[in-house]
């Protein structure tokens, strides 16, 4: 898969998501709207039915004050006024005959003070009961008000309260069946505060709301790693290439120079005497060697992909291996004009592990920092010790590591990107197989590394700490010496 494809793949997924967030939102946002609108029509429907049982309570205590009311009217007026099944009375009611009677003994009251028509025990009450029938809970606020606004009786905790009871869209003409004379007196108005609507309308929508939460974040989080092993994906099959183009250049060499060799002993032109043979002898030998490295090198890889690494753990004096390969890597530095140095300051530097594993990673980084540089090499290996730890530094004053590249330098087959050029022999395994030997002897490794240089002076730093089996107690024994 090519970049401008996993680019249009990556763009049409974003397009999606965020297509799939701005639908989810606006449905959320309508169904906030609808329930918005259902919260304020039952607030709305319970100022009403307020209103008309305040009214049917006048009628009936001015139906009792007469004195040849009978009682079967009063029963009547009774059932349209109290109780929770009080819608349901006022349906069994005579509608009609409830009107006319109601009428007529309105008239008893229509012109009393405002004060004195409503109980302020009795409003509150049926206000909560009617809230209460439409599942509306909670503290409110409430006061009745002239139609001009000017206040007759508020229900409310501060001032604060009060004023948004006066503001509120929620409200409802009382005593609207009184004659045209009364209401030419002035009209009162009932107004209803809720504060706790916003609350109790996100409790009525949260699962909607964190169930749509919940499944747009498991969506991202999929996006999200469904992009990140595209790129992924991407990135092995590019190592894979180089490692391709990489082992391509690597083996021609070889091949060809054997090819070369023993077309020149197989030549019957050419004299053959013992020097020229032992010359195309060594080559040979040499070039076949090589290959057996390059060979070696993808083995290891592959051991280490299936975990197979096996140890032979002993005791090992690590200054007597770090000399024993600063020895034999001098002649491989001192070719290329440097030197290679050994300080052993260490008081502890006897760890179980592998000699043999163990003397590869630093054969590993010491061909490294030959390869790496481009003046003559200088190549320091240091130690120091506590009582947990072996630390060995292995110093180099090559091109460096750009800070970006660090945190790769250690992947199976990676290598630090040079454009298309090769001339740096490798398949990105070193490093790799070095930390997983590191790792395998319970240590850590870290490169710390800058192109611009260490006090002017550039080059990489790699820091090995290998744990000390024995611990504290047996310090002694693993003295150097």
């Not at 409790?203 to 169930?211: G, M, Q």
């Not at 120079?257 to 004299?271: K, Q, V």
């Not at 590869?360 to 920092?369: E, G, R």
């Amino acid at each position: 898969m090519d970049k401008r494809t996993i680019t249009w793949l990556i763009t049409a997924i974003s397009v999606a998501l965020l297509g799939l967030v701005i639908v989810q939102l606006k449905w959320v946002h309508d169904t906030l709207v609808l329930k918005d609108a259902q919260f304020s029509e039952g607030i709305d429907n319970a100022l009403v039915a307020v209103s008309d049982r305040l009214e049917r309570a006048e009628a009936r205590h001015s139906l009792k004050a007469l004195p040849n009311t009978g009682s079967h009217d009063a029963a009547k007026i009774d059932k349209g006024l109290v109780g929770p099944d009080s819608t349901a009375h006022r349906e069994e009611m005579d509608e009609d005959s409830l009107d006319e009677l109601l009428r007529g003994l309105l008239t008893a009251g229509m012109f009393r003070d405002i004060k004195e028509r409503i109980d302020p025990r009795l409003l509150d009450s049926l206000i909560t009961e009617e809230l209460k029938l439409r599942h509306i809970e909670g503290h409110f606020n409430y006061g009745v008000y002239t139609k001009e606004g000017d206040p007759v009786l508020v229900y409310a905790a501060n001032s604060g309260d009060s004023a948004l009871v006066r503001i509120s869209a929620h409200r409802t003409q009382l005593f609207r069946n009184d004659w045209p004379q009364a209401q030419a007196t002035g009209s009162w108005w009932l107004h209803l505060n809720v504060p706790a609507k916003p609350y109790m309308l996100l409790r009525s929508l949260w699962p909607i709301l964190a169930t749509t939460f919940i499944f747009l974040l498991f969506i991202a989080v999929i996006f999200g790693y469904t992009v990140r092993t595209i790129l992924r994906q991407k990135r092995l099959g590019d190592i894979k290439n180089d490692l391709v183009n990489n082992l391509t250049h690597e083996l021609k060499t070889p091949i060809s120079t054997i090819s070369l060799a023993c077309e020149a002993l197989n030549d019957p032109g050419i004299p053959k005497d013992p020097e020229q043979v032992r010359m195309f002898t060594g080559m040979i030998r040499d070039e076949n060697k090589r290959l057996g490295m390059l060979v070696e090198s993808v083995l290891q890889s592959a051991v280490m992909d299936h975990a197979g690494m096996r140890l032979r753990t002993t005791d090992v004096d690590m200054h007597a291996l770090l000399a024993e390969v600063v020895r034999n890597s001098a002649l491989q530095v001192g070719n290329k004009g440097g030197r290679i140095t050994l300080e052993a300051g260490a008081e502890l530097a006897h760890v179980r592990g592998d000699r043999t594993h163990l003397t590869n990673i630093f054969y590993n980084l010491i061909d490294n920092a030959v390869k790496y540089c481009t003046a003559a090499p200088v190549v320091r290996i240091s130690t120091r010790s506590n009582a947990r730890a072996l630390t060995i530094t292995v110093a180099d004053n090559g091109i460096g590591i750009p800070r970006g590249e660090q945190r790769k330098i250690f992947d199976r087959l990676y290598r630090v990107p040079t454009g298309n050029v090769h001339n740096v022999k490798g398949f990105g395994l070193g490093l790799s197989y070095v930390k997983s030997v590191v790792e395998r002897h319970g240590g850590t490794i870290r490169v710390e590394s800058d192109p611009e240089g260490f006090n002017a002076t550039p080059g990489s730093r790699f820091i090995i700490n290998l744990p000390f089996e024995h611990g504290e107690q047996d310090q002694a024994a693993a003295v150097r010496g």
